[in-house]
């Protein structure tokens, strides 16, 4: 602290004011879990997070018994069933099981988390962009698999309780559905994920796959997007504070102290002089 004998009180209490003001807010875009059926409130760590969902052991937005219902082919988590066109072959599953590990798990996906008009999740993530290699090997991975629709999020036959294909339509391969890796990431999910032409390591994508030993590289990637939304014209129109909400967002260190330096600077509001609210 500054050297109370050189200062007034009241400039002291103004360098704390000051240091206080500038400590970060937390962004609403980081580090959060989105508002859907199985997702905990908060991330946070899970230590026995099951089999492909561990990378995400240290701060998970799922729970443990989530991560092991990710990997069954008849799933409690939405009774969905992976072998509605026949047997799906493991290493075409593999993805799928890491895509449902990162949609439950990551704390990562805020700056793409939409509002959602389903009745088992207020949100969802739209435009994930997906690293170039996570795409094409799951497209390489399942495209000799059969399936009979496009888009896996609506329009199944539900009459058993489980997913099974629609009245009329055919099992076909998934290259014949899908015929390059971008129409498979982009609409399986409905526009959950977009296509890019970034590589893992580039900051610039999201990974479904990665070697947690080195550490989270969707952090990093998450941070550069919320930036960018931030920075956006949209972004900055929505959400600029009127005046008296930049007050109330003061963090409260600052709200405790601008009165007191106030009061106890020279001339401020209980002195004598006219310098006051409009020097700071």
Not at 127 to 143: A, N, Q, S
Not at 155 to 175: D, E, I, K, L, Y
């Amino acid at each position: 602290l500054p050297n109370l004998t050189g200062m007034g009180v009241g400039q002291v209490l103004l360098v704390l004011l000051a240091a206080a003001t500038v400590m970060p807010a937390k962004d609403p875009l980081l580090n959060i879990c989105m508002d859907a059926k199985h997702h905990k409130t908060q991330p946070g760590p899970e230590g026995m997070l099951h089999d492909q969902c561990a990378p995400w052991k240290d701060n998970a937005c799922c729970t443990a018994n989530t991560s092991s219902e990710a990997h069954k082919d008849q799933s409690n988590l939405y009774n969905f069933n992976w072998n509605h066109c026949g047997l799906m072959p493991p290493k075409c599953k593999r993805h799928f099981i890491q895509d449902t590990c990162l949609y439950e798990c990551s704390p990562n996906l805020g700056p793409w988390i939409d509002q959602a008009d389903s009745s088992w999740r207020r949100e969802r993530i739209l435009h994930v962009p997906l690293c170039k290699e996570d795409c094409e090997e799951w497209w390489e991975d399942c495209k000799d698999y059969v399936t009979c629709k496009e888009n896996w999020h609506k329009g199944w036959n539900w009459a058993t309780g489980t997913n099974r294909c629609p009245w009329g339509s055919m099992c076909r391969p998934f290259s014949h559905v899908f015929p390059q890796p971008k129409d498979l990431c982009e609409k399986i999910w409905s526009n959950s994920y977009k296509y890019t032409t970034e590589h893992r390591g580039s900051g610039r994508c999201i990974q479904m796959w990665f070697d947690p030993a080195h550490g989270n590289p969707n952090v990093v990637v998450a941070k550069y997007y919320a930036w960018k939304k931030r920075s956006s014209p949209a972004w900055m129109e929505n959400e600029t504070p009127e005046t008296d909400k930049a007050v109330c967002a003061l963090p409260w260190p600052a709200l405790v102290l601008l009165p007191l330096a106030l009061v106890m600077l020279p001339g401020g509001a209980g002195g004598h002089g006219s310098r006051g609210r409009g020097s700071l």
